[in-house]
């Protein structure tokens, strides 16, 4: 069995794309026009580093995945049993399972973009070395710098977040427990976290609007680590915004159900290491 794997933002870089543009006129045709700019020039000039901020990384980064995509299963005839994403990329494996067509996706992703990018003052952090869950413990230990995990990736690399300020005293907590790389992250804002209450409230108005239909393939969810079920699928993305992404609990929900052939589809392998990662920890649920 296949999973077809969709990254999210960190996956963004100048030349993304560049072999894909030119190949499928009418996606480029479309992005432009719901965009009202160059989704092309976006991804291949990078001009005022606008890749790297949040409004145009969640487009550049779904038009790639999705275009990576179509060219993927045209020449390799190839079709996932699975389908899953990371944060963003989770928008990618819904236009895969057929849930909604492109035009409606970046609609989608272009509301999410805006809306997240408008929170500022958060900051996000990776601590290397321990389990999610021992890092989610710390952070409860410390209520006044009001920390949470906004991304369990793999056993041993959780991200945390909060006010930027906060993130940073936390650095000598963690590191003072030894054996724990503290990495703080480049982002524009707190994703993943009561921060993005306002934004998560403005986008379950939006997305309101359209009609998401029955996924054609299982899609595992972010916010469950489980397959999309109900009618309201939108809640899952509504929900998604301001709550943690169970991409750990995912790939092993994956590799419970037989998932043998992991194929992260973008321009990045940030969910292959991942991945490699997991594995080397999996035991099956029993």
């Known amino acids: 069995m296949r999973a077809f794997l969709f990254p999210g933002q960190g996956s963004q870089k100048k030349g993304m794309g560049a072999e894909l543009f030119e190949a499928y006129p009418m996606h480029v045709e479309i992005a432009d026009r719901v965009l009202g700019y160059s989704i092309k020039e976006l991804c291949l000039k990078n001009l005022e580093d606008k890749l790297n901020f949040t409004e145009y990384t969640q487009v550049a980064i779904f038009v790639v995945n999705a275009l990576t995509y179509l060219h993927y299963i045209e020449t390799k005839k190839l079709e996932p ?38 929170v500022s003052g958060g900051g996000m952090a990776a601590v290397l070395g321990f389990s999610g869950e021992h890092v989610e413990a710390i952070c409860r230990e410390y209520p006044l710098l009001s920390i949470s995990v906004a991304n369990y990736n793999t056993n041993i690399q959780t991200i945390i977040v909060g006010e930027r300020e906060n993130i940073m005293k936390s650095r000598d ?14 982002v524009s804002g707190a994703f ?18 359209f009609e998401l239909k029955k996924p ?23 929900d998604q915004i301001d709550s943690p992404v169970r ?16 194929i992260e589809l973008g321009q990045s392998t940030m969910l292959t290491r991942m991945i490699e990662s997991i594995r080397e920890n999996y035991a099956p649920t029993k």
Not at 91 to 116: C, I, S, W
Not at 247 to 262: A, E, I, R
């Open 247 to 262: 991409w750990n609990d995912t790939v092993k929900y994956l590799l419970d159900k037989g998932v043998q052939h992991f």
């Open 192 to 209: 993943h976290s009561s921060y993005m209450m306002l934004p998560k409230i403005e986008f379950e108005k939006y997305i309101s609007q």
């Open 216 to 238: 054609q393939i299982p899609i595992i969810s972010n916010l469950t680590a489980r397959e999309y079920k109900g009618d309201t699928l939108s809640s899952y993305l509504v």
């Open 81 to 118: 049993d699975f389908v899953a994403g990371h944060s963003l990329g989770e928008y990618n494996a819904l236009l895969a399972a057929k849930v909604f067509d492109f035009e409606t996706g970046l609609k989608l992703v272009h509301m999410r973009g805006q809306l997240m990018g408008k």
């Open 173 to 186: 907590i963690f590191t003072a427990l030894g054996g724990v790389k503290f990495l703080p992250l480049n």
